[in-house]
Nanobody, 123 residues
């Protein structure tokens, strides 16, 4: 198994930036596709972004529109989500997730989840 812990959330004004970090333990991340999801109050969980095993390819939701960047450092067992130009619509709990295998585009199939970190964007 792999354990995932998110950090870096907080309160930020509209137009600001945050960098979320996902730290993994228990297994090396080099064999896992890594993704970020979010869930706002009263809404279902939605996909944000994913990154391939090597970090060379990414898959992003349409609402990102170039504002978010997902990256990974397998040597540090760490995944990042850099979020810029934040809006109140980005307010949600953000979750890190891991999936065994190499298929980048299986958005609904993840095996392990972190506890989430709260991101709140004020207007």
């Amino acid at each position: 198994q792999v354990q995932l812990v998110e950090s870096g959330g907080g309160l930020v004004q509209a137009g600001g930036s945050l960098r979320l970090t996902c730290a993994a333990s228990g297994r090396p991340l080099s064999t896992y596709v890594m993704g970020w999801f979010r869930q706002a109050p009263g809404k279902e969980r939605e996909f944000v972004a994913a990154v391939s095993l090597s970090g060379s390819t990414t898959d992003k939701a349409n609402f990102v529109k170039g504002r978010f960047t997902i990256s990974r450092d397998n040597a540090k067992n760490t995944v990042y989500l850099q979020m810029n130009a934040l809006t109140p619509e980005d307010t949600a709990v953000y979750y890190c997730a891991a999936r065994r295998g190499s298929n980048l585009y299986s958005r609904l199939q993840y095996d392990y989840w972190g506890q989430g970190t709260q991101v709140t964007v004020s207007s």
